[in-house]
């Protein structure tokens, strides 16, 4: 109830756009670049930044699996009650695994959830490496690391997939920022 | 720095008040009231439910020492994530014992954060019963229940009390709309 009324305060619907990608394909970037604008425009919205999750929530968390699934579940829950009160999130995680994305889709109702796939080539994630992860991972020194010594599985079934290679930052912002505007009515 | 910006957007600042108290003792009907009060004046305001919470982000913990101090943890993240988005939050959780109230000021900066003791003797909070839980622990089955199976240290330092005690709903919730209007600006 708390939820249609801070919705009406806002002048905009609550609801989730929930990242998956190879870590380097542009998630956070376009993530940061897409509250930016929505901000601007008078959007309650909020990133949900798993670097920062890990240093508070989930920071009794590692990298197994198993942790992996259960720092995404807390996100995700943290993501819902947001949604509850009535803001618009972007949530980048890598998320790469099929079941991940099933068990994160289970906690929103189909019209607060969109999934986005933010899809790059390996290769030029490798080349981009932006924190420098990958020449640590390729140098053996990171056991779990998605997309060299972790599986990642592209989704066959996302709501939306903006496609980062070769294509100008601003471009993919914009195209996320249309989608999002429709999400919001 | 998207948190200045979205307490601009609202007219007014983030922050949390914390209750603690004993079962019965008022918190969550405080709690609620006053969110109706502050959603009227077009605060954003949340209101965390710990019983909520236990279904979701916090299903996982029971009600040992151990785990009621990561259910509390992780409220208190939770928290402070909303105050970073730029909303006003209160957290109707019982906190029993010192440690664990430290530990939940611990997150956050002293102008965001009120710690507000809803009192009230036992013996009344056992007559109201408002979940029917005094009833069961006084009968032996809950063994980790505040005030009959479990410890309940009364704070000597809390920012604000509410004497719940022969004092009308609705002059208590009057007094902390008026403490909280005060944490807005």
Same mark, same amino acid.
């Given at each position: 109830?708390?939820?249609?009324?801070?919705?009406?305060?806002?002048?905009?619907?609550?609801?989730?756009?929930? *990242?998956?990608?190879?870590?380097?394909?542009?998630?956070?970037?376009?993530?940061?670049?897409?509250?930016?604008?929505?901000?601007?425009?008078?959007?309650?919205?909020?990133?949900? /930044?798993?670097?920062?999750?890990?240093?508070?929530?989930?920071?009794?968390?590692?990298?197994?699996?198993? /942790?992996?699934?259960?720092?995404?579940?807390?996100?995700?829950?943290?993501?819902?009650?947001?949604?509850?009160?009535?803001? *618009?999130?972007?949530?980048?995680?890598?998320?790469?695994?099929?079941? *991940?994305?099933?068990?994160?889709?289970?906690? *929103?109702?189909?019209?607060?959830?969109?999934?986005?796939?933010?899809? #790059?080539?390996?290769?030029? #994630?490798?080349?981009?490496?932006?924190?420098?992860?990958?020449?640590?991972?390729?140098?053996?020194?990171?056991?779990?690391?998605?997309?060299?010594?972790?599986?990642?599985?592209?989704?066959?079934?996302?709501?939306?997939?903006?496609?980062?290679?070769?294509?100008?930052?601003?471009? #993919?912002? /914009?195209?996320?920022?249309?989608?999002?505007? #429709?999400?919001?009515?």
């Amino acid at each position: 109830m708390s939820r249609e009324r801070l919705e009406v305060m806002n002048g905009h619907k609550g609801g989730v756009v929930w *990242f998956t990608g190879l870590p380097g394909s542009g998630k956070s970037t376009i993530a940061n670049g897409v509250q930016e604008r929505l901000l601007q425009s008078g959007v309650r919205c909020v990133v949900l /930044d798993g670097d920062e999750l890990r240093k508070g929530l989930n920071r009794d968390l590692g990298f197994s699996e198993a /942790d992996r699934l259960e720092n995404l579940r807390r996100a995700a829950q943290v993501a819902q009650l947001f949604v509850q009160a009535g803001m *618009f999130v972007l949530a980048p995680f890598i998320t790469p695994m099929d079941s *991940f994305r099933e068990v994160v889709r289970s906690f *929103f109702k189909p019209k607060d959830y969109s999934e986005l796939y933010v899809k #790059c080539a390996l290769d030029s #994630c490798v080349r981009r490496d932006p924190k420098g992860m990958y020449s640590q991972a390729l140098a053996g020194k990171l056991p779990d690391f998605t997309g060299i010594s972790a599986p990642y599985e592209p989704p066959v079934d996302a709501d939306f997939v903006i496609d980062t290679e070769g294509v100008e930052l601003q471009q #993919c912002v /914009d195209t996320l920022v249309q989608f999002v505007q #429709c999400r919001l009515q």
